[in-house]
């Protein structure tokens, strides 16, 4: 039911810092679990990040160490902090939620239902 809008989005050059944010229009929403993904032009969409109950997450291998999702309640909204960047990291980036069934944390397409309009990164070389 709830709204995703992603932001946060911008163009920076090899190692730097990206955070990208995805707003909620309900704050039940929080608790349900939420996660990352990004799509390059011509390349299907990939998890990054996913985020479960009781805070536990996990991570594409190719994020693994530089990426890092969070969540704030009082704000309805959750973050993907972006270091060490690198071009391969060009992609669109969009906010996933799954329903609330779902408590352990995923970046598999198919636990989620609900996709924001995604935020694009670009990182040059």
């Known amino acids: 039911q709830g709204q995703l809008v992603e932001s946060g989005g911008g163009s920076v050059q090899s190692g730097g810092s990206l955070r990208l944010s995805c707003a909620a229009s309900?704050?039940?929403?929080?608790?349900?679990?939420m996660a990352w993904f990004r799509q390059a032009p011509g390349k299907e969409r990939e998890g990054v990040a996913g985020i479960g109950v009781w805070g536990r997450t996990v991570y594409a291998d190719s994020v693994k160490g530089r990426f890092t999702i969070s969540q704030d309640n009082a704000k309805n909204t959750v973050y993907l902090q972006m270091d060490s960047l690198k071009p391969e990291d060009t992609a669109m980036y969009y906010c996933?939620?799954?329903?609330?069934?779902?408590?352990?944390?995923?970046?598999?397409?198919?636990?989620?239902?609900?996709w924001g309009q995604g935020t694009q990164v670009t990182v040059s070389s």
């Open positions: 996933a939620a799954a329903s609330g069934s779902c408590f352990l944390p995923s970046i598999q397409r198919t636990s989620y239902t609900t």
């Open positions: 309900e704050h039940t929403f929080m608790s349900l679990c």
